[in-house]
């Protein structure tokens, strides 16, 4: 089992960035693939990113590309997810989550593990 712990989530203003973070308390979990998924009231959850465990991939969503960058430091047992030039529509929970598929995934059935996510909201 894997605990996974989001933070970093708040109010901001449009046009400014914000920094997210998943850990894993008391675990390692250099050996799974994360993804960040976020989800929108009254929307399906939507994929964001998702790095390997050898962070030497990345993937993102159109709609991250260019604004969101994913990084992650294994001694920390830390994910972050870079969000730049928010917007509005970036408002939703964002939940990070981890899996062990051989290759890095975008559909939220291949991960195992998740978070309970943090809240990021994007005022106009």
């Known amino acids: 089992q894997v605990q996974l712990v989001e933070s970093g989530g708040k109010f901001v203003q449009a046009g400014t960035s914000l920094r997210l973070s998943c850990a894993a308390p008391g675990r390692t979990f250099s050996t799974y693939n994360v993804a960040w998924f976020r989800q929108a009231p009254g929307k399906e959850r939507e994929f964001v990113g998702a790095i390997k465990r050898s962070s030497d991939y990345i993937i993102y969503a159109d709609a991250a590309e260019g604004r969101f960058t994913i990084s992650r430091d294994n001694a920390k047992n830390t994910v972050d997810l870079q969000m730049n030039s928010l917007k509005p529509e970036d408002t939703a929970v964002y939940l990070c989550?981890?899996?062990?598929?051989?290759?890095?995934?975008?559909?939220?059935?291949?991960?195992?593990?998740w978070g309970q996510g943090t809240q990021v909201t994007v005022s106009s």
């Open positions: 989550a981890a899996g062990r598929t051989l290759a890095v995934m975008r559909s939220p059935n291949f991960y195992d593990y």
